[in-house]
């Protein structure tokens, strides 16, 4: 049966990271969805999809004069997240118009055992802004689950392993300790803990050792991600991935044991020599690309893609570092919702508001190889409000050295929709790897790791410096 139509019309609507309005045709349906166009929909133009798909239902109705005369604020959960949207329209007689038609939706929908939603008026600037904020580092929205005391330590003990206990992820189980190995220097420090390069006593293998403090990552809400990472970490195994050979616990402290990758990241290399070639940046790209591929295979999408997070091997594969921002169970059509991510790698479909799935990888893959090619970003500004406009707004431009194979490349990679993005279809990697510009790719030998590439300064680096910092 088709879903009648409570109330459409214009409304201001403003952006959850990028603090500005947008003009959106809203239709609000008698089962609650609150779906927002950038143009009238045409009926006889068939199904339309959404920017914005929200649900009125169980909401709360806030109203305020701030930061504009004839403002409202829905407050609800979607799925697991509290969720605040912020409107303005016109007159009161519109914002009338609205809370009540929202306000008589909700109340049908309410559950009978919940309590009654309020308008609430307000005045003050105490409102808080909905969703996630954006100072440097991204943070994901606020969630009902999410373990926010250091006395909630013990979850951390319950959901890796038992303390002092190991997983040894490719060969079955053994126990080990950090007493098992020899710590030789520290490679990197930060807010959670320090990575240091460690020996194994028994097979005099190098690892780096990556130490988390269980209280700063309770404190600092860093529980999902990092339970993530392990996972991740647990079941993947892939030539272009960070491998991961043991994780424990003590009492105070996790420990993820991982290969030792000492060739640097490709934010160093890329820095020094300013612009790497078409072809180098081939082989990097269509090994970053199987990597992720491999990835989406598991349902799993990166979302993290940045040149820090690209490590070289001492043969000069890439390595793919940094799973916390992974998320699980995302196949072809499955989307998620979360903003995180690294600012200037950020898809639209993210800053958007809209739901996103595996395409934003292909767009990250796009940006890192824009930088390789261009030397630059595709999109810059210190201002992260100027920012978000940019990548929503602004074409991509190619300096003119570029091939035409590459330009085509980058540009479907950085396609604004994620359904015309290159490899946003259900073929995915597949794709990518059809593309004219991957066409001297042997693409099995290339797995196999078999097709090598050395520039003189990956040399030099990898024979006379050991100064790998790794952050934590």
Same mark, same amino acid.
């Given at each position: 049966?088709?879903?009648?139509?409570?109330?459409?019309?214009?409304?201001?609507?403003?952006?959850?990271?990028?603090?500005? *309005?947008?003009?959106?045709?809203?239709?609000?349906?008698?089962?609650?969805?609150?779906?927002?166009?950038?143009?009238? %929909?045409?009926?006889?133009?068939?199904?339309?999809?959404? =920017?914005?798909?929200?649900?009125?239902?169980?909401?709360?109705?806030?109203?305020?004069?701030?930061?504009?005369?004839?403002?409202?604020?829905?407050?609800?959960?979607?799925?697991?997240?509290?969720?605040?949207?912020?409107?303005?329209?016109?007159?009161?007689?519109?914002?009338?118009?609205?809370?009540?038609?929202?306000?008589?939706?909700?109340?049908?929908?309410?559950?009978?055992?919940?309590?009654?939603?309020?308008?609430?008026?307000?005045?003050?600037?105490?409102?808080?802004?909905?969703?996630?904020?954006?100072?440097?580092?991204?943070?994901?929205?606020?969630?009902?689950?999410?373990?926010?005391?250091?006395?909630?330590?013990?979850?951390?003990?319950?959901?890796?392993?038992?303390?002092?206990?190991?997983?040894?992820?490719?060969?079955?189980? &053994?126990?080990?300790?950090?007493?098992?190995?020899?710590?030789?220097? #520290?490679?990197?420090?930060?807010?959670?803990?320090?990575?240091?390069?460690?020996?194994?006593?028994?097979?005099?293998?190098?690892?780096?050792?990556? @130490?988390?403090?269980?209280?700063?990552?309770?404190?600092?809400?860093?529980?999902?991600?990092?339970?993530?990472?392990?996972? #991740?970490?647990?079941?993947?195994?892939?030539?272009?991935?960070?491998? =991961?050979?043991?994780?424990?616990?003590?009492?105070?402290? =996790?420990?993820?044991?991982?290969?030792?990758?000492?060739?640097?990241?490709?934010?160093?290399?890329?820095?020094? /020599?300013?612009?790497?070639?078409?072809?180098?940046?081939?082989?990097?790209?269509?090994?970053?690309?199987?990597?992720?591929?491999?990835?989406?295979?598991?349902?799993?999408?990166?979302?993290?893609?940045?040149?820090?997070?690209?490590? =070289?091997? &001492?043969?000069?594969?890439?390595?793919?570092?940094?799973?916390?921002?992974?998320?699980?169970?995302?196949?072809?059509?499955?989307?998620?919702?979360?903003?995180?991510?690294?600012?200037?790698?950020?898809? %639209?479909?993210?800053?958007?508001?809209?739901?996103?799935?595996?395409?934003?990888?292909?767009?990250?893959?796009?940006? #890192?190889?824009?930088?390789?090619?261009?030397?630059?970003?595709?999109?810059?500004?210190?201002?992260?409000?100027?920012?978000?406009?940019? @990548?929503?707004? /602004?074409?991509?431009?190619?300096?003119?050295?570029?091939?035409?194979?590459?330009?085509?490349?980058?540009?479907?990679?950085?396609? &604004?929709?994620?359904?015309?993005?290159?490899?946003?279809? %259900?073929?995915?990697?597949? /794709? @990518?790897?059809?593309?004219? +510009?991957?066409? %001297?790719?042997? *693409?099995?030998?290339?797995?196999?790791?078999?097709?090598?590439?050395?520039?003189?300064?990956?040399?030099? +680096?990898?024979? +006379?410096?050991?100064?790998?910092?790794?952050?934590?």
């Amino acid at each position: 049966m088709e879903l009648s139509v409570v109330k459409e019309g214009w409304l201001f609507k403003r952006g959850e990271h990028i603090k500005n *309005w947008r003009r959106r045709y809203f239709v609000l349906k008698d089962d609650g969805a609150l779906l927002g166009f950038k143009t009238k %929909p045409d009926p006889g133009a068939g199904p339309q999809d959404p =920017l914005n798909n929200f649900t009125v239902k169980g909401c709360q109705i806030m109203k305020t004069d701030k930061p504009k005369p004839f403002t409202f604020h829905i407050r609800g959960l979607q799925w697991t997240t509290v969720i605040e949207r912020t409107f303005h329209v016109e007159s009161e007689k519109e914002r009338e118009e609205w809370t009540q038609a929202i306000q008589f939706v909700a109340d049908r929908l309410r559950d009978p055992n919940c309590a009654m939603s309020h308008d609430i008026e307000m005045k003050s600037d105490s409102l808080s802004e909905g969703g996630s904020t954006v100072s440097g580092s991204m943070k994901q929205g606020s969630s009902i689950s999410s373990l926010n005391s250091v006395g909630e330590a013990e979850d951390l003990s319950v959901k890796f392993s038992v303390t002092g206990t190991t997983r040894h992820t490719h060969s079955g189980k &053994k126990k080990v300790t950090l007493e098992n190995f020899e710590f030789l220097k #520290v490679l990197g420090k930060g807010t959670f803990g320090k990575v240091i390069l460690c020996r194994e006593k028994t097979t005099c293998h190098l690892y780096a050792i990556k @130490i988390l403090k269980k209280e700063v990552i309770i404190a600092k809400d860093e529980v999902a991600h990092t339970l993530t990472e392990n996972r #991740v970490l647990q079941t993947t195994n892939h030539p272009f991935l960070i491998s =991961l050979k043991y994780s424990f616990q003590t009492a105070e402290r =996790l420990c993820f044991v991982m290969e030792y990758v000492n060739g640097g990241e490709l934010f160093f290399h890329l820095s020094r /020599e300013r612009v790497f070639s078409e072809e180098r940046t081939r082989f990097y790209g269509a090994e970053i690309a199987c990597a992720l591929g491999y990835l989406h295979d598991n349902g799993i999408i990166y979302r993290d893609l940045k040149l820090e997070n690209l490590l =070289l091997d &001492k043969e000069g594969h890439i390595k793919i570092a940094d799973f916390g921002l992974c998320k699980e169970q995302i196949t072809y059509g499955r989307t998620t919702k979360t903003f995180c991510g690294t600012p200037e790698y950020l898809a %639209p479909e993210v800053l958007e508001d809209n739901d996103y799935g595996r395409a934003v990888d292909w767009w990250g893959l796009g940006v #890192v190889m824009y930088e390789m090619m261009c030397g630059r970003l595709p999109f810059y500004n210190r201002d992260h409000d100027i920012l978000f406009e940019l @990548i929503l707004m /602004e074409e991509v431009r190619f300096p003119p050295k570029l091939s035409p194979e590459a330009k085509d490349l980058l540009s479907g990679m950085l396609t &604004k929709s994620p359904t015309r993005r290159l490899g946003g279809g %259900p073929d995915d990697f597949k /794709e @990518i790897q059809r593309h004219i +510009f991957f066409l %001297p790719i042997g *693409w099995n030998d290339l797995l196999a790791r078999r097709v090598v590439f050395f520039s003189f300064f990956y040399l030099y +680096f990898f024979f +006379f410096s050991y100064n790998i910092k790794f952050s934590v």
